[in-house]
């Protein structure tokens, strides 16, 4: 990658004038580097002069020359200049560009893979996502869950983690024990028995469809039966989130009940843990955690005066069970209405001294639209629009790719109209038929007997249209992206890259015949094509979006 090139560059550099006293011991800074917003600064800046010279007390224009006469010499750069208060911006030749096409052909789908980074400290990495309760079908807003989630694990893995994928299975409590009185009451109702919901039961449809669906599988001999028609209800609503989730591509390795927590004690021993630890105290019948003493904003309660354990106490109960199973760093991705819980989860880490990373990210809502309207969803008034109903209505690369276009810490509208159109203001379309084009120029070019040779014979040198450079160079930025986006947890800027790049190859083929008369331009711009095409495969993947050869 051109940038490590270039921060090895400034690392002999640096080195030279620490041996020669001019940069004490101790005295470190790393190269940052960046793509400066105007061409003629160059292709790559640094600011490293700038903050060596804040430690060094030396005036950073002048530091910065320093480093520049220490500079080793490369083919691959062209010339280097000092600007402004001390930047050093690098001019490359179109040599690296020329490599760059060589490591993509080279790697193909390990382009922009990394084994290891220096960040990786995690060592065994989880990513806990969805999570829903198995009280319903999944609705839309855990589709941006699902996405996020799964682009998370698959960018971190693509930065060098080692990740498991697990779903949280909230199959105990008060809402679950809703679910299974509200089905009860249905399947009765089915059976022709005067049965009613209970008062914050849950309305929808689909378990009017599930009581008759169990009356009809199992006719009477459940009734007087709460507890096995309740477990037949929890197992239904899994399989069917487990077919949603793989229809929108999304796979775990673990499902993880929280049943199994009370069944095995691991509650009782959570609890036993935070007593020995002295953090806990009984007010009025409760027991409560002095979270207080670790950064939450008050105390919270662990077991109420009824004696029904709260969230937090079998979050405690998991987040010990995370730690015995191996896992270095725990990432959660919790909707924007769990905030007030995230605290209440680090102080119990801190209070138990666990050697786990708790890094919890937190969702905001999904807005609806269809025909410039807001669609509204509720799962307790029955009014609920389903992940299935969308993968049916725009179908999965288009969601996820839509949940994917923003940061997490806004909400985002999901415009079913725009997302169905078959045209360039449709982000997943305009990307997928970049790469669709691709597929169809190298067909053709096949089709008229022109073959890719070997990129090491091919003539390189003749892409210097401005079209061609601005494109190989955004097939340069496509390993760094990958990095950044792992360390940010910021999956939306792959999918901007990919918008990026599609809008430079759609320029480049607007600007550039890639088939012609000239068998040298020919072969050049067909691997330019070829490159562009495996890198946009590479990064659809992470995103987990298919790349369509035909559209």
Same mark, same amino acid.
């Given at each position: 990658m051109i940038q490590e090139r270039l921060r090895g560059l400034? @690392?002999?550099a640096i080195g030279e004038l620490r041996r020669d006293g001019v940069i004490p011991d101790g005295v470190t800074a790393l190269a940052e580097l960046q793509r400066p917003a105007r061409p003629e600064h160059g292709d790559f800046s640094t600011n490293v002069a700038l903050v060596l010279s804040g430690e060094l007390q030396t005036p950073p224009r002048a530091l910065a020359d320093r480093i520049v006469q220490a500079l080793p010499d490369a083919d691959w750069v062209a010339k280097v200049t000092v600007a402004g208060p001390g930047f050093i911006n690098f001019f490359l030749t179109h040599a690296w560009l020329q490599d760059t096409l060589r490591d993509i052909a080279r790697l193909r789908e390990r382009y922009g893979r990394w084994d290891s980074y220096d960040d990786v400290e995690d060592g065994r990495v989880q990513v806990e996502f969805v999570s829903a309760n198995p009280t319903g079908p999944l609705h839309v807003g855990a589709g941006r869950n699902a996405a996020y989630g799964d682009a998370l694990a698959r960018l971190l893995e693509a930065a060098g983690h080692s990740v498991d994928r697990e779903y949280y299975i909230n199959d105990a409590g008060r809402q679950i024990d809703l679910f299974g009185r509200s089905l009860e009451a249905r399947y009765? &109702? +089915?059976l022709g028995r !005067? *049965? !009613?919901?209970? *008062?914050?039961?849950? @309305?929808? &449809?689909?378990?009017?469809?599930l009581g008759a669906e169990l009356a009809e599988a199992r006719g009477d001999e459940l009734v007087g039966h709460p507890e096995d028609i309740r477990a037949w209800g929890v197992e239904r609503m899994l399989e069917g989130i487990q077919a949603t989730l793989e229809r929108f591509g999304v796979l775990f390795d673990t499902w993880f009940s929280e049943q199994v927590l009370h069944d095995t004690g691991k509650l009782t021993e959570a609890l036993g843990r935070l007593q020995d630890a002295g953090v806990t105290y009984e007010l009025e019948g409760a027991v409560w955690f002095r979270s207080t003493q670790f950064g939450d904003s008050r105390d919270r309660v662990l077991v109420r005066s009824d004696g029904r354990p709260t969230y937090l106490m079998s979050d405690t109960a998991y987040l010990i069970d995370k730690v015995e199973?191996?896992?270095?760093h725990a990432v959660y991705v919790w909707g924007a209405d769990h905030h007030g819980a995230v605290a209440s989860l680090e102080a119990v880490r801190r209070a138990l001294k666990l050697p786990i990373v708790v890094e919890i990210l937190l969702y905001q809502l999904v807005n609806l639209y269809s025909g410039g309207e807001v669609v509204r969803m509720s799962k307790r008034t029955g009014e609920i629009v389903t992940l299935d109903e969308l993968i049916d209505e725009v179908g999965a690369d288009a969601a996820r790719f839509t949940f994917l276009l923003r940061s997490l810490d806004g909400a985002l509208d999901f415009d079913l109209d725009l997302v169905k159109a078959k045209s360039q203001e449709n982000p997943v379309y305009y990307v997928q038929y970049a790469y669709a084009r691709i597929c169809s120029i190298l067909r053709t070019g096949a089709e008229r007997g022109i073959a890719l040779g070997p990129i090491e014979e091919a003539p390189l040198a003749e892409l210097v249209h401005e079209s061609e450079q601005a494109l190989a160079r955004m097939l340069s930025e496509?390993? !760094?992206? %990958?990095?950044? +986006?792992a360390r940010l947890r910021a999956p939306h800027r792959l999918t901007t890259y990919t918008r990026e790049l599609a809008a430079l190859f759609h320029a480049f083929y607007r600007d550039c015949r890639v088939i012609s008369d000239d068998p040298q331009l020919t072969q050049a711009r067909?691997? #330019? @094509? !070829?490159?562009?095409? &495996? %890198?946009? *495969?590479? +990064? #659809? +993947?992470?995103?987990? %979006?298919? *790349?369509p050869e035909k559209m």
């Open positions: 400034l @690392a002999e009765l &109702q +089915a !005067e *049965a !009613e919901l209970p *008062a914050d039961g849950y @309305a929808g &449809q689909y378990l009017v469809d199973r191996g896992f270095d496509y390993p !760094e992206t %990958v990095l950044v +986006a067909l691997w #330019l @094509a !070829e490159t562009t095409r &495996q %890198v946009l *495969a590479n +990064a #659809l +993947a992470v995103l987990g %979006v298919s *790349a």
